[in-house]
């Protein structure tokens, strides 16, 4: 996949998977939802899938706040060695179930059934 015009940024080695939020931010919340937990959820699971099909994956670590994890992953790669990708996933703060479930989808089962469209 071309994604950038120097070549240093087209084949990166690795893939870094961060959860939007952690540590003691929580991120948008719903009831009980919490869009850290679930952004955890989805970055440990693509995580196994990609690394199951051989892509060198590397999780950042979940308890850290995100300005330690930028440190993190800034410390442990140089520009070029890795795609980053952070994953968020909001929670519809403030909406009612139905409404949160129409704009993005509340989770369930530990992010395992999707409710809404």
């Known amino acids: 996949m071309r994604t950038s015009s120097l070549s240093l940024l087209q084949a990166p080695e690795t893939l870094v998977l961060a959860a939007g939020h952690g540590g003691s931010d929580s991120g948008a919340t719903f009831g009980s939802f919490k869009e850290r937990d679930?952004?955890?959820?989805?970055?440990?699971?693509?995580?196994?899938l990609l690394s199951s099909r051989d892509v060198n994956v590397v999780v950042a670590p979940h308890a850290?706040?995100?300005?330690?994890?930028?440190?993190?992953?800034?410390?442990?790669?140089s520009f070029g060695e890795a795609w980053v990708l952070e994953v968020h996933r909001d929670s519809a703060s403030g909406l009612g179930e139905d409404d949160a479930s129409r704009r993005c989808g509340v989770y369930r089962c530990q992010c395992t059934e999707r409710r809404g469209g």
């Not at 955890?40 to 699971?45: E, L, S, W």
């Open 38 to 48: 679930q952004a955890i959820t989805i970055v440990d699971r693509t995580a196994e």
């Open 64 to 77: 850290h706040d995100t300005d330690v994890t930028i440190g993190w992953i800034n410390r442990k790669y």
